[in-house]
């Protein structure tokens, strides 16, 4: 057994409802040894994060080959699981979903989030026949690459406001059906919805957490599988450089620099 098949099992184990794996998500080989050293269990990517560090927006704008490129770089700075962030596939047809798949695998991950939203016509979710079918087109090429590769689903009714409970339920159910592991469903942080949800969702549960939303130990005991930070953190980073540059220019002080982390750290944890 290959050493990335271990940890495409590993990764697949660590979704257990009430214990849920938490992934502060990250962007770059230095984010993904950070949270690496924090002591994560995974690695997970964020796409908008991804996006913003290579020079593009978010939203299937950022093309194939860079999205894998920065994958491979992840992958190869930590000996923890990586599950990448692939939008809606980086491709129009399944087959070249299925590409984006076989590349990511080649790049070392050993788990994908693949969403519902399309943002070609304005933001809007695919026809669920259409999800159906770019899942399916994940699981086979993850078969035929041999990996276990953990496919979590993600539905953005709540976040288009295009659905509520009923509704991302069916998707789920179609989506798992299709060849889906696992269940995303970011935008919802009111506990009464995360607990129905849990409860009619016959997979592991993936919630998008961060201010405003339960806290981990809450989302434990509503059978919580996963809690995902998703671009939070790169946000926070950038707030941090907006903040020194704005002080810096206009005050001329360096306060927003107080907290950082000193270059030997840093410098120590890339070697």
Do not use: K
């Not at 697949?12 to 040894?33: E, F, M, Y």
């Not at 997970?44 to 978010?58: I, K, P």
């Amino acid at each position: 057994m290959s050493e990335q098949h271990t940890r495409a099992e590993l990764f697949r184990s660590l979704h257990t409802p009430g214990s849920p794996l938490v992934l502060v998500n990250a962007w770059d080989a230095a984010s993904a040894r950070i949270v690496a050293d924090a002591g994560s269990r995974a690695v997970a990517t964020t796409s908008a994060g991804v996006a913003w560090s290579l020079g593009v927006s978010d939203g299937d704008v950022l093309g194939r080959d860079a999205a894998v490129d920065l994958v491979g770089r992840v992958a190869a700075s930590v000996s923890l699981p990586v599950t990448a962030d692939i939008e809606s596939g980086y491709g129009a047809t399944t087959a070249e979903v299925g590409a984006t798949i076989r590349a990511v695998i080649d790049a070392g991950a050993v788990g994908v989030n693949i969403e519902d939203a399309r943002r070609d016509a304005g933001p809007s979710l695919r026809d669920v026949a259409d999800q159906c079918g770019r899942i399916g087109a994940v699981r086979t090429a993850a078969d035929e690459a041999g990996l276990p590769l953990y496919v979590n689903a993600r539905i953005d009714t709540f976040l288009s406001g295009s659905g509520g409970v009923d509704e991302t339920v069916a998707r789920a159910v179609a989506y798992l059906a299709a060849g889906a592991d696992g269940i995303f469903v970011p935008g919802v942080v009111d506990p009464a919805t995360i607990r129905a949800l849990v409860r009619a969702v016959p997979a592991p549960l993936n919630v998008l957490a961060g201010p405003g939303a339960p806290a981990v130990e809450e989302l434990a005991r509503l059978g919580v599988a996963r809690v995902s930070l998703g671009s939070s953190v790169a946000e926070a980073a950038y707030a941090v450089a907006r903040r020194a540059a704005e002080e810096a220019l206009r005050v001329g002080t360096y306060g927003a620099l107080a907290d950082a982390l000193d270059y030997g750290t840093l410098n120590a944890l890339m070697r």
